[in-house]
């Protein structure tokens, strides 16, 4: 069975392309090669078994399964394409990400939900963890908004965690985002984000390698990975652990030439190590989006005002002589009560009345196990 009959020239095409990402065995890889030895799809499957296996393109159990093309499954797909907001796009395509397409192993067609033409945007990626510190999610979110004004669009792998943080800061300021699925695109992972999920496509697009009916696998996530780096001028990594999908997509991005930043922590945050250890590697530390926008250029002339900073509140309350001496023994690690009253002589009382002052006014914080840190705005007290 061949594509239908009545279907455009275009789809006509594109069902050929389809039936090659859906044949058992054919990978990007070979689909690449497949494509600089023999030509187009169409061409591809015109071409008989025997010459693909006699000039070593391909192996003999994936070149029998050229000869039985999933035309159904190719029609499902067309199917989706026609419906409003949904576009498939291959690696020819005018509309395809130009830096997408420099990297090793370009994906050879994009299912997308959206706007097609955000791929087109100037894009900084940020990732990290999957279960972010307090202070790692406002970071993210405060750099992804603050880079959506000066006219990035943001991309992320919407995860749980930081990716969420990234998409939302974005839209906050009602700039594109960009999420890049691990699954087909008739899924949302996780569930929980599917309102998310909608949210991004009145301003942005969804993004996926992968065809209708694919499952959230473990073995995809690594793929969609280049994809987020593939697409974007840098990355940036606001936390991650050592072993993580975050620093898959830095190595991918370093990999690609593309710009990694990374933004450090304490040496007491286990999630603060993967930071670290690209820093060491060399990625560019920063600690504002000014850090960012001085080594990509600014887009836009739009500077965030005194009042909506880049990344923590301003502070509210000037100090007395008591309150300026707890914040001075205050760092930025967690330090319990019983370590502040060494540090600073005052009783327990006392010192419970004046940190819970300096929280109010958002000159510390306490973190989950009850201990207190300083607000990094405050590095100048």
Known sequence: MKPEKGISAAEDELAYWLALLLTPGIGTRRFQTLLSHIGSPREIFNTSPEQLIDKKIIPKN????LATPDWPQVEKQLYWQRQPGNHIITCTDPLYPVLLKEIIDPPPLLFIQGDVATLSRQQVAIVGSRNPSPDGAENTFAFARDLTRHGYAITSGLALGVDTAAHKG????????????????DHRY???????????????????EFPLGTPPLAENFPR????????????LVTEAALRSGSLITARSALEQGREVFAIPGSIHNPLARGSHSLLREGAKLVENTKDIIEELGSLSSIIPSPEQPTTLPLFSKPLNHKEQKVLSRL??????IDTL????????EELSAILLILELHNYVKTTLGGHYVRNGMNAGN
């Open 62 to 65: 994936v070149a029998s399964q």
């Open 170 to 185: 974005a839209l906050a300021s009602n700039g594109t985002t960009i999420a890049v699925m691990g699954t087909g695109p």
């Open 190 to 208: 996780p569930k929980s984000n599917r309102m998310l999920a909608e949210k991004i496509l009145q301003n942005g697009s969804l993004v996926t």
């Open 224 to 235: 969609r990975n280049r994809i987020i780096s593939g697409m974007s001028l840098g990355v």
């Open 331 to 336: 760092g930025f690690d967690p330090s319990s």
């Open 341 to 348: 009253v060494e540090r600073t002589e005052l009783t327990a």
